[in-house]
């Protein structure tokens, strides 16, 4: 955790880059508008920011660049209220304010020598996505990696011109959709098949990272349960409405957890629990 | 293509030892090339398959929306179990996407060995019915449409990760 | 609590007028005092210049949904409990501007926006209510991210207590171990008696403070009838709330029919969490100045019973009264204690008092306790 700057600092910060993903969403490269040396801004990939468009408001978004190109930050948006749909409307040079980086990151270092399978789940892939370059750009320290990808369909699939890369690097990419389109050869159904079916060398010694809706992550643990993979070795990433992004409005809390503090990425053994209890 | 190796003896694996022979001895293999049809929606088919290699689709006719994609089974997937109750009448079309193959078992053979030996009946019945609970739970999942876009409840709503 | 310690360096004021003597020597000091006052029907939180304007001769009764105020005849100016205010409006603010925002042609400045409260002497605190401050301390100042506005106002301010020399129907601190007698925390500390005040200085600052008044060493009649005096606010406590392992059994117990039940009666009005000493809970506002187009942002308290407070993808998390009280009590007793080591909950019986159909936290928590069917 950072010392305690103050957290309402914000950085001035202007959309160097727009790149349309699929319907509703794109991605956006935020650039400082002063650039500072060094380490000054660095993030964990599970980090997120919150972009700040003055007189609409907050919005909390992952990072889901690369940590080590740290010029740059990369937020994939979804339109999904008052402040991405305005963000959706802002032109190339407009500026901003970004809070950040807050919150925990995905544990890369807990997890080398281990086979790895991150699931993701629609949205639920750009917040692993830095963690996929991190693991590449480590190949050597880890066993095994896989992403299971699902999305709506085809079309909602983010990032598809980068996964022959990634194969190519180490990383086996399986996706699946929950709803074919005409000419769609590859899997159809949900992400939890393609686990149950996966080749584990050593559930043992496999960790897996979870991010998407919360019934897919209760039902993905679930099954890497059964496969022999325990909760103490699944991490996941979630979502509530956040605020001031440090733990003091009280918003984002699930039972104990602040979700932008003690989260967004989380040992599932800690929130099992509370999870599976209807409106917590 | 989709990759990814699988396990896909765990249907066997799952049975008791002296079952699992017992099965294997009833079995024979079958493949398809790219684009043939497993069984049809609505025909008779005698033979329920246990996957062990390639990818197969499942797909409903609905008169105004044409062939619909179900969803996609893989190794170590149960595909066409109408047989084992008795209805021979298939509820899907079952298509090979890749080079496919698997393990056939007849229907009537199976269920003549399941009444002939209640041990292997129980065991037979029981995977089956985990392995249909596993599917269920698959199309409930699935059913959810989860990945929908969640529309916001008003525009002046203060804006939400 | 452990026997009343006779504080053998105790000082006596006496008459009770001298008091005017310690409001000025600590606004002689800059300090801005804050104390009790009647205002609408009510004893609450307002600044002082002189004693007078203090509630003399004033008591409250309180009841679940009941809050009244009388004279008494007496010569007394503390002779009441906790009233619908507390500290918490001055250490963190209702609404405080805690970033700002000027449009340049180019783009945008952010900056930070003058903070300057007064240096606040808190005359009157209860010992719920030190309690709740070092609750709000561990909160603001102890976790990752200090709260530089709650600091800013905190560490300089001058805490003069009072020792309850009575107890409320509603007040349970007895239960929560936070009183009644206030034992550290303070600058000075009175306790009422008839003629006078016994005094106990808790600090440097406290004893400089009194160095300007004229006071002499209380004689051990007036100690003890300061301690008889305590012992009344004790024996007068019929509230109590068992919390022998309650952080575990609330947690085990989230699908208890009670929290359906006290749904019903709950109006998800926020009385209690305005009232509660220790609530913190808020949210920030972009205020435009049309003028110059400079925006602030205000942060506001807020409460989880508003129902849009916590929510998933644009919906709301919690979307029956019963799931936003359960959070709330919940929070207060149990997760409280994993997130900052102690009990939210202060047992000042505010939230018994300033609820309009009389939930009592003690009685659900109670009910909580009994196997579920």
Redesign the interface.
Known sequence: MKPAVSAWETHAMRIVGIRPEIDGVATYDLAFTEQAGGDAYQFRPGQFNMLYLPGVGESAISLCGDCRAPDVWKHTVRVAGRVTQTLAGMPLGSQLGVRGPFGTGWPIDQWQGMDVVLVAGGIGLPPLRPAIYELLQRRDEFGCLTLIYGARGPRSLLYTAEFPTWQSQGLSVLTIVDRASAGWTGNQGVVTSLLERLELPNPATTAVAVCGPEIMIRYTALAAAKRGIVSERVWVSLERNMQCAVGLCGHCQLGPEFICRDGPVLRYDRVRHLLSVEAL | ???????SHRFLESLPERQRVQLEAIATRRHWPPGALLFQEGHEHENIYLLLCG?V?LDMLVPDRGRT?????????LVGWSPLTGAQTMTATAMA??PTQALAFNGTRLRDACTEDHELGYYVMRQIVITLS?RL??TR??L??????????A??????? | MSADPIDNAALWLGPKAGLQQVIDALRRTGYTIVGPMVDQAAIVYGEIGGIEQLPRGWTDRQAPGQYRIEQTGRDTYFDYVVGPHSWKKYLFPPRLAVAAVVPLQAGWQFERPRDDPPTYAFLGVRACEIAAIRVQDRVFLEGGYVDAAYQRRRKPAFILTVNCTLAGTNCFCASMNTGPRCTEGFDLALTELENGFVIEIGSERGRSTMADCDVRPATEAERSAGVAARQRATDQQSKRMNTDGLPQLLMANLQHPRWKDVGERCLSCTNCTMVCPTCFCSSVEEVPDLNTGRIERQRQWDSCFHEEFSSLNGRPVRNEIAARYRQWLTHKLSTWHEQFGTSGCVGCGRCITWCPVGIDITEEVAALREPAL
């Open positions: 293509m989709p990759t990814g190796s699988t396990s990818h689709r994609a179900l969803l996609t089974v893989g190794p170590g997937d996407l890749e596993e739970l698959s999942l699935q959810l449409d989860l990945f929908r876009g969640h529309e916001p409840r525009s002046s709503a203060p804006d939400l990760c």
